[in-house]
């Protein structure tokens, strides 16, 4: 429902922008449409709601799919000589900064502790490490269906040999 004109209002959009006359959207809410249309939704009656709702359905149905983001290169950064495991699941946390860190946890931290609880020496966690990462990151490129054309495995593969 579309607020009424005020007195001495001719037409058009008074306030300049969509936003006003959408319930008084805040400035810092018009960079979060979802936060705009849940406060304005709150101040709706339950008809005006189902409404809103409805056409909210209605343009999903008609907006076509975003294409999906592929994912991304990871960044070259050399390893230095003498790096400690920390800086280095810092500088392959910058590498693959497109994989999802919960992910490579339990991995990641087993590793950790075998290098501070055992003793395991930092070169070889190290090599692992970049082992994990790796992995993660040919799998996440293995399921990005904007790389898939019709050689998947081969498109992970040629990946690993860069």
């Given at each position: 429902?579309?607020?009424?004109?005020?007195p001495g209002q001719k037409g058009g959009l008074?306030?300049?922008d969509l936003g006003s006359v959408?319930?008084?959207?805040?400035?810092?809410?018009?960079?979060?449409?979802?936060k705009a249309i849940a406060e304005i939704a709150q101040r709706l009656s339950a008809e005006d709601q189902a409404s809103l709702l409805k056409f909210a359905r209605f343009l999903e149905q008609q907006s076509p799919a975003p294409e999906p983001e592929p994912v991304p290169e990871p960044?070259?950064?050399?390893?230095?000589?003498?790096?400690?495991v920390i800086k280095a699941m810092r500088r392959l946390s910058a590498t693959y900064h497109m994989l999802d860190r919960s992910k490579l946890l339990n991995?990641?931290?087993?590793l950790m502790g075998q290098h501070v609880m055992q003793g395991r020496p930092a070169v070889e966690v190290i090599d692992e490490l970049e082992v994990v990462f790796r992995?993660?990151?040919e799998k996440a490129v293995a399921q990005d269906p904007t790389?898939?054309?019709?050689?998947?495995?081969d498109d992970a593969a040629g990946g690993a040999a860069r």
């Open positions: 429902m579309i607020p009424p004109l005020g008074s306030g300049g959408l319930g008084g959207a805040r400035k810092k809410d018009r960079d979060d449409p979802a960044e070259s950064i050399p390893r230095p000589e003498n790096e400690s991995e990641t931290s087993a992995t993660h990151y790389r898939q054309t019709g050689g998947g495995d």
